[in-house]
């Protein structure tokens, strides 16, 4: 069973229906896109500070492989990390990114599956009213 961040939008001018039109869950764990398409990933998500940090290390690990002698194995190994960085916190940088836009993680919701998850938030929305 996995986890899911639910994050509202801010609610100024907006009606309830919008609200929960616009609410976005973010499921907890690996990021297994973020690891195989890391820049591709950093780009889709809109993440620019990010990606821009992700090709000044890539072009790090390629000066360091050109000029200070790190063979292709070791700068193999480093992207693999970086990488694996990206796995591990990609979907803390999807929360970041959400919470400087002003949305706000009200809670979080156990189910199997993303569309499982929506319905569990919402049915107990609809209990609290």
């Not at 480093?78 to 990206?86: I, K, V």
Request: glycine share 6%.
């Amino acid at each position: 069973m996995k986890s899911y961040a639910v994050y509202t939008p801010p609610t100024a001018n907006l009606t309830p229906t919008q609200v929960a039109e616009k609410t976005i869950f973010i499921p907890q764990g690996f990021c297994w896109p973020a690891f195989l398409f890391s820049g591709l990933w950093l780009l889709y998500r809109k993440q620019w500070l990010a990606f821009v940090a992700y090709v000044a290390v890539v072009v790090l690990f390629a000066f360091m492989g050109q000029f200070m002698g790190l063979t292709e194995g070791a700068q193999s190994i480093l992207s693999l990390l970086l990488n694996l960085l990206l796995g591990f916190e990609g979907r803390t940088l999807q929360a970041l990114d959400l919470e400087r836009r002003g949305y706000t993680r009200i809670d979080t919701v156990f189910a199997p599956q993303h569309t499982m998850a929506e319905y569990r938030f919402f049915s107990k929305q609809e209990f609290a009213q």
